[in-house]
């Protein structure tokens, strides 16, 4: 069974429209992250949190914003989209031991 | 700059034969390694990872090797087969932040050939 879980898995949105990503995790880990996954440049991190009520910016946290209002849930916010945000998210979770678990990934497309 | 790097976009190896994967890092405080496999239309997930207190880390075919001073990593599998075609990601991170958070080079696509 997913311990960590994405909606939506495919998202197409419109230039300037406000964008969603959800994460659910069911492993209790402290720590969850958002990264992007784009050709010629791996993963990279967006925001991530230690804990509910807590957010951080990670290496390129421009033009999002994230929540986390739980233990289990932690959302990647997009206000404005752009074409440029156009990407594979992935959200993961993990203790401080450094060991992600990835969620399956959401694939948006900003037109 | 890019903290972690991957120098090699991709490498091909017969099937049976030793795929090499390397990493270079740049942050001293870096205390962590870890390597990521990941399929097309997949998730990463971890295979296999070490602490700087040790220099090598073996499970199975796999096979870590950490240089501290020339801040450089790689992997090793040995007997290579066609179901190790995927991207590998390298990562590293400080354990000392308690933030676990890693970053990952671009990744090298392994491709092994029966």
């Known amino acids: 069974e997913a311990a960590v879980t994405q909606s939506p898995r495919n998202k197409v949105a419109v230039t300037g429209g406000k964008v969603t990503l959800s994460c659910n995790q069911t492993?209790?880990?402290?720590?969850m992250y958002w990264y992007r996954q784009d050709t010629g440049h791996g993963l990279r991190l967006i925001h991530y949190?230690?804990?509910?009520?807590?957010?951080e910016k990670g290496d390129i946290p421009d033009g999002y914003k994230a929540s986390r209002p739980s233990q289990e849930n932690f959302s990647l916010i997009l206000e404005l989209a752009t074409p440029s945000q156009t990407s594979v998210y992935f959200c993961?979770?993990?203790?401080?031991?450094?060991?992600?678990?990835f969620g399956a990934g959401t694939r948006l497309s900003v037109l | 700059g890019q903290q972690v790097k991957q120098s090699s976009p991709s490498l091909t190896v017969q099937e049976g034969g030793i795929s090499i994967l390397n990493c270079d890092y740049e942050?001293?405080?870096?205390?962590?390694f870890a390597w990521y496999k990941k399929y097309p239309d997949n998730s990463p997930t971890l295979l296999i990872s070490?602490?700087?207190?040790?220099d090598k880390r073996e499970d199975g075919r796999l096979t870590v090797f950490l240089n501290k001073s020339g801040k450089h990593f790689s992997l090793h599998i040995t007997a290579s087969q066609p179901e190790d075609t995927a991207v590998y990601l390298c990562a590293a991170g400080e354990t000392g932040a308690n933030t676990g958070k890693l970053t990952f080079g671009h990744g090298t696509i392994l491709r092994v050939h029966p």
């Open positions: 070490v602490r700087s207190n040790v």
């Open positions: 949190s230690y804990g509910a009520g807590s957010t």
């Open positions: 492993n209790n880990h402290n720590n």
């Open positions: 993961a979770s993990s203790t401080s031991q450094n060991t992600l678990y």
């Open positions: 942050n001293d405080m870096f205390d962590y």
